[in-house]
């Protein structure tokens, strides 16, 4: 029974059949095409895959991905970088001119002398970094030790091949 649909199924698909468009006030026959549904099938596959594909170029690769929502314009990720690089330089020049306000005050209270106060001294005390871990952790001396003894023995390996090469 199976075997009797699958069978009615590829005739039909494969059966050919005409399409004709003729003008209805003469009959007069316009054009034809000898068609199968397999045939029509697989024209209106590639071109809704093809259709997709285009779209989906044209919205890749022009400015119309702007208006899908989540893109933002290239223009506008520029701005942004650059304004976050202003304001970086602009933060560590306010730090600098605060330090330097304080050395000023400093010398004007009488808590400093004037001949110990340098600009160039204060604002070096301004770009110390603050809160920086510089000791290694338990997992990074670990790691470096593998790591040193991964080379310590590719260098032995090395150095048996060259011996092996002068005999």
Known sequence: ?????????????????RLVILNEDTFEEIFSFRLTLMNVFVT?????????LVTTFIIAFTPLREFIPGYSSSELKKNATKLAIKSDSLETALKKNEAYIKGVQKVLKGELEYAKFNKDSILADADVPTDLNMKASEEEIKL???????????????????????K
Do not use: Q
């Open 1 to 17: 029974m199976a075997k009797k649909k699958k069978r009615n199924l590829r005739k039909k698909l494969f059966i050919k059949n």
């Open 44 to 52: 209106f596959t590639l071109g809704g895959i093809f259709l997709i």
């Open 144 to 166: 470096r030790e593998d790591v040193a003894k991964t080379e310590k023995e590719s260098g032995e390996s090395k150095t048996k091949k060259n011996k092996g090469d002068k």
